[in-house]
Each structure stands twice: as C-alpha cells, then as structure tokens.
C-alpha cells in the first residue's frame, strides 16, 4: 500500500493531504484516500483496513500501558472504547509512544459516560505524573550530609533545587489509595473516593515512589520547590497549618528524594529577606 505518485503537489497541497490521511487513520468511519493505491495502481481498501486497525490498536494499548489503573478500572473492552473516542479527539503529536496521553485528563473530565466518576481525571493526573517521573532526568539526590554541612546561620536562608522527577498531584479524591489499589494484585478495602489526597511523585534512584502529603508537608515542599528560601517555606506553612513540625517535614523531603541539593543563604533567619 502506498500513496499513488501522480504529479508533484505542492508543500500546501502535501500537507492537506498529510491531514487528511492521519484523519482517516484515526477515524475508521472515514473512507479510504483516493491516492493510497495498492499495486499497479489498484484499489487498497482491504489494506488500509488493516494498516488502520493496526495503528488504532497500537496507540489504544499504549494508552492502557501508560494508564494501567484506569484500565483496570474501567475494565478493558469499555477502556478501548473510551480509548478510541480520545483518539480521535486527540491524535498523537510525537513520535514517542510515552509522550501521548497528556490530554486524558481533560478528555476524562469532559466526556460525557464517566463524567459520574469524578476522580478518574485526577487518577489520570497522577498517573501521567507516575510515568513522567520515571522518564525524568536522573539525579542524585540531596542527602542529610548536605544539609548537616550548611553553616548554621547559612541554614534559614537555604534554597533547594527540585529534583528532575519531583511532580506534585492535587485532588479533592482519594486518587492516592485509588492508584495504589488498581495497581495492585491484592483485593482493596473500602476506599472513600470523596477523601482529599495530594501526591508527591518521585524517583531518587531506579523506581518511583508515591507519598500522600498532609496539608502542612504539601505546602512546605511546594513553597521550597517554588524558591522560597528554608526559613520563609516554614513560616508561611505555619501561618496557615499551626500544627505544622518542621523537623519531620524536612526528615520527607530526604527521605523521598524530592530536592537534588540546595544552597546556603547568605543571611541569618532574622534578617534573612525575599527578594
């Protein structure tokens, strides 16, 4: 199967016609292209049936692989139904299977059949940001000793690097025991969906790993990743999280491998300013 070669067209005209079969690859209520032609110009509909199919297939799957616990979720033959429709709204825009998939959410959240599951666009967010992390850069991460080595009035004023993996997911549902009982192989209890979660993703080394993140943590880590220095992320936390300890906040953000290092402060906590 291969387009028929008849004249050359110009760019314009090669790029309509570029639309118009990626149209119809996606779209199997479309006919068949005049020019695609098999050989001696004979007629390849049987052919591009397939092709089509093959490629409808391909990306579905991807897209089950890259969403594994919305999958499970939905069940496969209503999960490639959904698929199918996202397809069409939305065609792959690189040649790289991990990039596709960064609409789904917003496609969840507007389509009309599982607009009653009011979690699954979060549950998508949180899955992309799984994948996304597990992609990223590698780094090392910050250890204790870089910290423990700050001088101590260097310390308020410190600003840590994020690392390249670090996502955070926010949700007004419990996406993080939804993801982790949809990817697991053992039978989940009772699960609220309506219980607020937020998610912290990393990878400090090979596998990611997820956190849920209490309200004080959640706005401390971010506050850091968004350049405040050490002492101002504290603060601010503590002006709207009273029962904020900073002690096992700073313990997570080790632990979890969310920063990759950080730099001193060049003044002490109280004269230390935001710029």
Request: hydrophobic fraction near 45%; proline fraction near 9%; charge should be neutral.
């Amino acid at each position: 199967m291969r387009p028929s070669s008849h004249s050359k067209s110009a760019p314009a005209a090669a790029g309509n016609y570029g639309a118009a079969f990626g149209a119809a690859i996606l779209d199997p209520d479309q006919p068949r292209p005049e020019r695609v032609t098999g050989p001696r110009g004979k007629a390849a509909e049987k052919r591009f049936n397939v092709y089509r199919n093959n490629v409808t297939y391909g990306l579905v799957t991807a897209l089950s692989e890259i969403f594994p616990a919305i999958a499970r979720l939905l069940g496969e033959q209503n999960f490639r139904l959904l698929a199918r429709e996202f397809l069409r709204a939305h065609p792959p825009r690189s040649r790289l299977v991990i990039e596709y998939g960064h609409e789904f959410a917003d496609f969840l959240a507007g389509f009309q059949p599982v607009r009653h599951l009011k979690y699954l666009p979060d549950l998508a967010r949180l899955e992309r940001a799984w994948l996304d992390a597990y992609h990223a850069a590698d780094a090392a991460p910050l250890g204790p000793g870089e910290i423990e080595a700050l001088p101590p009035d260097a310390l308020a004023g410190a600003r840590f690097v994020p690392h390249p993996a670090v996502r955070i997911v926010r949700s007004s549902y419990a996406v993080h025991a939804i993801f982790m009982a949809q990817r697991s192989a053992e039978m989940p209890g009772r699960i609220y969906a309506a219980e607020p979660e937020n998610v912290l993703i990393t990878r400090p080394g090979l596998q990611v790993r997820l956190y849920k993140l209490a309200p004080g943590p959640l706005q401390f880590i971010e506050t850091l990743m968004s350049g405040s220095s050490l002492h101002i992320a504290a603060e601010t936390t503590l002006a709207t999280v009273p029962s904020f300890d900073l002690a096992p906040a700073i313990g997570l953000l080790i632990e979890s491998g969310a920063f990759s290092g950080c730099t001193p402060g060049e003044k002490s906590a109280g004269a230390q300013q935001e710029g």
